[in-house]
């Protein structure tokens, strides 16, 4: 079974609609990530969560919210879709461990969206 | 300026030869590098990571990191087909966050 999982795997909505994205992961890491990939601009953090209790803005976190439920899960909202929403979305995750910097991150098979 | 540049490419190589795969940083805070594969439609897959300067090998991949001249590198002996990606130079940014910050990633295309 997959490490870090992520449903659903392709959305296609319209403008306006809320929409969920839901992250599960067994690797017992304590850090979990939204990222999206737009062609040509690389990945963007949205949020971050060192811990059930700690969320944190990325650098484009405008028009999404965020639900740490548990350790091992994090979803991402969209209150109201729009077509700009339109990307690859992934999930990952990392482990503090003994040297907080090392910060290797695991990523899930990531979330095609479309916003009609 | 972006906090970490890789050049965009397609760097095209024949298979058997070296890919050299090029990222500069800007935050000389910086403490761990590392480089992903990502496949056309798939997720990024962490294939190395370094911390101290020097260089760091594992099978067909060498990192190599300089922090005095800010940049991180990665070959790819014996190129394959199979590599053909686009390869993601991740930078831990300095200042206790230690969040990751990406550059946009280089295609690379081995032809056979």
């Known amino acids: 079974d997959a490490d870090v999982t992520q449903t659903p795997r392709n959305r296609i909505t319209k403008t306006g609609k809320r929409i969920m994205l839901e992250c599960s992961q067994t690797?017992?890491?304590?850090?979990m990530y939204w990222y999206r990939q737009d062609p040509g601009l690389g990945l963007r953090l949205i949020y971050y969560?060192?811990?059930?209790?700690?969320?944190n803005k990325g650098e484009i976190s405008d028009g999404y919210s965020v639900s740490r439920q548990a350790q091992a899960k994090f979803s991402l909202s969209l209150e109201s879709a729009i077509p700009n929403q339109t990307a690859l979305y992934f999930c990952?995750?990392?482990?503090?461990?003994?040297?907080?910097?090392?910060?290797?991150?695991?990523f899930g098979p990531g979330t095609r969206l479309t916003v009609l | 300026q972006k906090e970490v540049e890789q050049n965009s490419g397609p760097l095209s190589v024949p298979e058997g030869a070296i890919a050299s795969l090029n990222c500069t940083y800007s935050?000389?805070?910086?403490?761990?590098f590392f480089w992903y594969r990502q496949y056309s439609g798939k997720s990024p897959e962490l294939i190395m990571s370094?911390?101290?300067?020097g260089d760091k090998e594992d099978g067909r991949f060498t990192a190599q990191l300089n922090k005095a001249s800010q940049y991180v590198s990665l070959l790819i002996r014996d190129s394959q087909p199979s590599d053909s990606a686009t390869y993601l130079c991740?930078?831990?940014?300095?200042?206790?966050?230690?969040?990751?910050?990406f550059g946009r990633g280089t295609s690379l295309i081995v032809h056979p």
């Open positions: 990952a995750t990392s482990d503090t461990g003994t040297r907080g910097w090392n910060n290797e991150q695991f």
């Open positions: 690797k017992g890491h304590d850090r």
């Open positions: 969560s060192f811990d059930v209790k700690d969320i």
């Open positions: 935050d000389r805070g910086s403490q761990s």
């Open positions: 370094i911390y101290s300067n």
């Open positions: 991740a930078v831990n940014r300095g200042g206790g966050s230690y969040i990751p910050t």
